[in-house]
Nanobody, 124 residues
Framework: QVQLVESGGGSVQAGGSLRLSCAAS????????MGWFRQAPGKEREFVAR????????TYANSVRGRFTISRDNVKNTVYLQMRSLTPEDTAVYYC?????????????????WGQGTQVTVDS
């Protein structure tokens, strides 16, 4: 069993930056892929970024590529999402998730463990 706890959300002006953290407790195996998703009011949960636990290979949604950076610290069992050049369209609850087999890619239904989410609000 893996527990995920997000932190670092908040309110920021457009153009600003935030860094989200996801602390994982429990055993994270090399096959795992860690992902960030977001969900805005009235919208479906959407993929933001993912990173392989073993070698740290990242993948991004087109909407955030070049602005967001995902990284992980294997020692601290923590995944980060550095967000820059934020726009009001980035406003959402951001969720950290873990995919045990690494085959889920951008499909949230394939992820096995989820955090409780952290709110990010970007004011224009």
């Amino acid at each position: 069993q893996v527990q995920l706890v997000e932190s670092g959300g908040g309110s920021v002006q457009a153009g600003g930056s935030l860094r989200l953290s996801c602390a994982a407790s429990g055993r994270i195996f090399s096959s795992y892929v860690m992902g960030w998703f977001r969900q805005a009011p009235g919208k479906e949960r959407e993929f933001v970024a993912r990173i392989t636990w073993s070698i740290g290979s990242p993948t991004y949604a087109n909407s955030v590529r070049g602005r967001f950076t995902i990284s992980r610290d294997n020692v601290k069992n923590t995944v980060y999402l550095q967000m820059r050049s934020l726009t009001p369209e980035d406003t959402a609850v951001y969720y950290c998730a873990a995919d045990r087999l690494g085959s889920g890619y951008s499909n949230p239904a394939k992820y096995d463990y989820w955090g409780q989410g952290t709110q990010v609000t970007v004011d224009s």
